[in-house]
C-alpha cells in the first residue's frame, strides 16, 4: 500500500521561510515526485518536481528562484525548502508521485499518488 506524508506546514511571515517534508512509503519504483498547491477556490497548482532517477528539476515560475525540491533516495523522502513566502503562497501544499514518465511534468493528471496535503499559511 503506498503512503505519502507531507509534514513542516504551518504560519509565516511574508518574507521568511519553511520547509516542507513528504514521506514515501510502498512505492517500489517511482519515477518523478512533485509538489502542488490548491488555493482556496482556484485549481491545483505545479510548483516543482524531480526526477529520481537522475534528479533533474523542474519549476513553476511563480516559485523558481525563490523555492528548491530535493530528494533523499535512502530516506524514500521529498522536499521542499521555501524561501521569500509571499501571501499568495498560502494554500494547502500535496506531494505527489508518478511511477513512469508523463507528461506534461506540470499536470496533476501526470501523476499516480497523492499525499493528504499540509496547510501553509502566509501572512503579510
Known amino acids: 500500500q503506498v503512503q505519502m506524508d507531507e509534514s513542516g506546514g504551518g504560519l509565516a511571515q511574508a518574507g521568511e521561510s519553511l520547509s516542507l517534508s513528504c514521506a514515501a512509503s510502498?512505492?517500489?519504483?517511482?519515477?518523478?515526485m512533485a509538489w502542488f498547491r490548491q488555493a482556496p477556490g482556484k485549481e491545483r497548482e505545479f510548483l516543482a518536481a524531480?526526477?529520481?532517477?537522475?534528479?533533474?528539476?523542474y519549476y513553476g515560475d511563480s516559485v523558481k528562484g525563490r523555492f528548491t525540491i530535493s530528494r533523499d533516495n535512502a530516506l524514500n523522502a521529498l522536499y521542499l525548502r521555501m524561501n521569500s513566502l509571499k501571501p499568495e503562497d498560502t494554500g494547502v501544499y500535496y506531494c505527489?508521485?508518478?511511477?513512469?514518465?508523463?507528461?506534461?511534468?506540470?499536470?496533476?493528471?501526470?501523476?499516480?499518488?497523492w499525499g493528504q496535503g499540509t496547510q501553509v499559511t502566509v501572512s503579510s
Open positions: 510502498g512505492l517500489t519504483y517511482r519515477f518523478g
Open positions: 524531480v526526477n529520481w532517477n537522475d534528479g533533474g528539476t
Open positions: 505527489a508521485a508518478n511511477i513512469r514518465w508523463r507528461s506534461p511534468i506540470y499536470s496533476k493528471n501526470s501523476y499516480d499518488y
